[in-house]
């Protein structure tokens, strides 16, 4: 267990109201005395709490749980350990990968994204999974999960879970660490103590930009015995492929901000699982390259020349590699690459987030999920699809997905869900529909109910007097709390 940090002796800091900060244009950039952006947290109308001063701690006390392991350690193991620590099956896993370094984006679009991957990973008990690292997109994420505690007062805790090589931390990082998984493992014969367990504080004083992003739920290092680079993407690929097997019922997508030559990889991964993939347009670099393409070229594979001349900019703008030779092999990789990703087989998974054009991330993110469950239909038809087996599996994966569209308050998801069940002629008992009917109501989902009483499904066939007087009495305590 790892115990709270004593709030007296960490840096602290106030939430500002945005109605008392300076016109956008002269603020924007203005930060608090930790350094840190003070529209990162600020706070719009009424704040929800009247205690000010010092009361919010800048690093919470849910600091990262570290997990360190060998770089061939079975997933099964880890989504176990990780789902029994934290008490939670997710219905949802998003993957959030791209650039691994600093860079920047339109100020509306981060702030739409951070908050559409909060949405989406809260409303669908979902886990968000990462890099891990303090820069880039992992640190974006971790910005994002630390705003959504201050400002909503962190009444649920998402899982988000970094996935990063033990060799690429700072070395002040791993031997910190180091220390404590020596003492954790003495313990064991020794008798354990409680620092033995306590998170290392002194990694809150590190500012290495490659050390952990520490507003992240867990973190798990993968030990190669090497002290340099970064593991591929195959840890996280078979990470999603346990969460999402039959057994857990559960969804995965992926979104790519920005992004380099190996988000390509995350990308191919992806679509031959046949996992949905969300690309961030306007954030930059590779996100870009593939978004214009997808644009430009909505039904059709783009020529070599038109892939070529999307990869331009990317190339002139890619300090990493000045050796000439090198950069040549990059690209005819990156060339062949992005060919396959823009294979037909793949488009209808392939999806495309734009700030002027979609309403919200959130919203794109449950769209890709139900556009690729309408896709897999009609491989589950045939002989095979009516074996019991089958029947039993089928039925489970329309459960989630009618629990996740009732969550997201998504018509267009109920109406393909159900309307697929009618087709295979698969039973929902009375109890499902009514349990499906209350959650609308108590979630006041006035779309969603007006749909189900037109659904040619008996909803009140099970309700009983008990369950309209909990409604009334539910209704009443939210009115009046």
Not at 133 to 152: F, H, P, W, Y
Not at 287 to 293: C, E, G, T, Y
Not at 351 to 366: C, E, P
């Amino acid at each position: 267990a790892i115990t709270s940090l004593d709030l007296k002796q960490c840096p602290t800091c106030i939430l500002f109201s945005k109605e008392q900060q300076l016109p956008l244009e002269q603020h924007q950039n203005e930060k608090c005395g930790y350094g840190r952006l003070k529209s990162s947290h600020s706070y719009e109308g009424q704040p929800k709490s009247q205690n000010f001063g010092i009361f919010y701690n800048q690093y919470e006390s849910r600091l990262t749980k570290f997990i360190r392991c060998d770089l061939r350690e079975e997933a099964e193991k880890l989504y176990k350990l990780i789902q029994d620590d934290c008490s939670q099956k997710p219905r949802l896993i998003i993957s959030i990968y791209g650039g691994a370094k600093y860079f920047q984006m339109n100020e509306r679009l981060e702030k739409e994204f951070m908050r559409g991957i909060i949405e989406a990973a809260t409303i669908a008990d979902g886990w968000i999974l990462t890099n891990g690292l303090s820069r880039g997109i992992g640190k974006l994420v971790g910005e994002a999960i630390l705003q959504d505690r201050t400002l909503n007062g962190g009444s649920k805790d998402l899982v988000s879970i970094g996935l990063a090589k033990w060799g690429s931390l700072p070395e002040e990082t791993r031997e910190l660490l180091s220390k404590k998984f020596t003492s954790q493992k003495n313990a064991i014969q020794n008798g354990a103590k409680e620092e033995d367990h306590e998170f290392p504080r002194e990694i809150l004083k590190t500012t290495d930009a490659a050390t952990i992003e520490r507003h992240l739920t867990y973190m798990v290092l993968f030990d190669d015995g090497k002290l340099s680079g970064y593991i591929c993407d195959e840890q996280r690929r078979m990470f999603v492929q346990e969460a999402t097997n039959d057994k857990n019922k559960c969804y995965a997508v992926t979104v790519i901000v920005e992004g380099g030559k190996n988000t390509l990889e995350v990308i191919l991964n992806d679509l031959k699982d046949s996992r949905p993939v969300v690309i961030i347009d306007g954030s930059g670099r590779i996100a870009d390259v593939l978004s214009d393409l997808l644009k430009r070229h909505p039904e059709s594979v783009p020529e070599a020349v038109q892939i070529d001349a999307g990869l331009n900019n990317f190339f002139q703008n890619d300090e990493a590699n000045s050796d000439t030779s090198c950069k040549t092999i990059e690209r005819r990789l990156c060339k062949r690459q992005i060919n396959e990703i823009m294979n037909m087989k793949y488009r209808d998974l392939l999806n495309v987030y734009s700030l002027d054009k979609d309403s919200n991330v959130a919203k794109t993110i449950f769209d890709a999920i139900f556009k690729r469950y309408e896709m897999m239909v009609p491989k589950h038809r045939g002989s095979c699809h009516d074996q019991p087996e089958n029947q039993d599996h089928s039925r489970k994966s329309k459960e989630t997905l009618l629990d996740l569209s009732i969550k997201w308050n998504s018509c267009e998801g109920l109406a393909k869900v159900l309307k697929h069940i009618k087709r295979k002629s698969i039973q929902l008992s009375p109890e499902e529909l009514k349990k499906h009917f209350i959650t609308s109501l108590e979630d006041n989902k006035s779309m969603l109910v007006d749909y189900l009483f037109r659904s040619q499904y008996d909803v009140l066939e099970k309700l009983q007097r008990n369950d309209v007087l909990n409604l009334y009495k539910n209704s009443w305590t939210k009115q009046h709390a």
